[in-house]
C-alpha cells in the first residue's frame, strides 16, 4: 500500500542550526501536511501545501511541495531548544481529507 | 475555545476486555477521525465521520467500531482486546473534514496487560 518514507529518522540540532528533512512517496499528493508533536500531546499542523512547487513559511519554518507531488520538504532555521519533537509529513488517502497517511517521522533531539 | 478534548486521558485494561473512548471536538467541527499511535506502525487512520455517518475506514479488524452523535461527539470501541492495541489512540476535529482544519487532541493513552 501507500507509504510515506520521511528522513532521517532522528536528528541531533545545536541551537543556531538549520534543518532540514523531507519525505517522499511512491504515489502521487495533491496535499502535503507538516505536523509536529511533543511529548504526551497529539500532533499540531505547521504548514499545509497545496501545488507542486509551493514554498510556503510559517516564521522560522519553510515548507515546499515537490514539482512532481511525490516529495516535500522542511527547512527549520536558526533552530532553537522548543524546536525539539518529532515531525511528520502526512497527505490525505482517496477523495476524503479526513484519512490522512503518515510517516514515521523525524525526531529533534538536542545535541549533548 | 476548546480544544479537541478526549477522555479518559489513560487507561489500563485486561486482554480480552472492551473499551471505550470519548472525543468532543471542537465545537462548531462536523468531521471526526480517529488514529492509533505506536512505535512500530507509527500514527494509522482508523476512521472517519461525518455528520454521524462513517466516511472512510481504515484496514484495522473489526474489533474496532465508532460512532459520532447528533452534537459531534463521537465514541471508538475496541472489543476482545489484545496486548497490541496498546497504544495512544488520537482524536482529531475539522469543519467540513478539509484538509487543513484538522485539530489533534491529547490522546487516550490505552495498555492492555
Known amino acids: 500500500g501507500q507509504q510515506l518514507n520521511q528522513s532521517p529518522q532522528s536528528m541531533f540540532i545545536q541551537e543556531g542550526e538549520d534543518v532540514s528533512m523531507n519525505c517522499t512517496s511512491s504515489?502521487?499528493?495533491?496535499?502535503w501536511l507538516w505536523y509536529k508533536q511533543d511529548p504526551g500531546e497529539g500532533p499540531v499542523l505547521l504548514i499545509a501545501?497545496?501545488?507542486?512547487?509551493e514554498l510556503t513559511s510559517n516564521g522560522r519554518l519553510t515548507a515546499q511541495f515537490g514539482i512532481t507531488r511525490k516529495d516535500s520538504f522542511l527547512n527549520i532555521s536558526a533552530s532553537i531548544p522548543s524546536d525539539v519533537g518529532i515531525y511528520f509529513c502526512a497527505g490525505p488517502l482517496g477523495g476524503s481529507q479526513g484519512n490522512l497517511i503518515f510517516g514515521k517521522g523525524t525526531k529533534l533531539s538536542v545535541k549533548p | 475555545k476548546a480544544g479537541v478534548t478526549q477522555t479518559p486521558r489513560y487507561l489500563i485494561k485486561t486482554r480480552g476486555q472492551q473499551v471505550t473512548l470519548s472525543c468532543s471536538p471542537i465545537?462548531?467541527?462536523?468531521?471526526v477521525s480517529w488514529y492509533q499511535q505506536t512505535p512500530g506502525q507509527g500514527l494509522q487512520f482508523l476512521f472517519e465521520y461525518f455528520s454521524e455517518t462513517q466516511r472512510n475506514k481504515g484496514n484495522f479488524p473489526g474489533r474496532f467500531s465508532g460512532r459520532q452523535f447528533s452534537n459531534s461527539r463521537s465514541e471508538m470501541n475496541v472489543s476482545t482486546l489484545e496486548l497490541g492495541d496498546s497504544a495512544l489512540y488520537l482524536c482529531a476535529s475539522s469543519q467540513t473534514g478539509d484538509n487543513y482544519g484538522y485539530t489533534f487532541g491529547s490522546g487516550t493513552r490505552l495498555t492492555v496487560v
Open positions: 501545501l497545496y501545488k507542486a512547487g
Open positions: 504515489s502521487i499528493f495533491n496535499t
Open positions: 465545537s462548531g467541527h462536523r468531521s
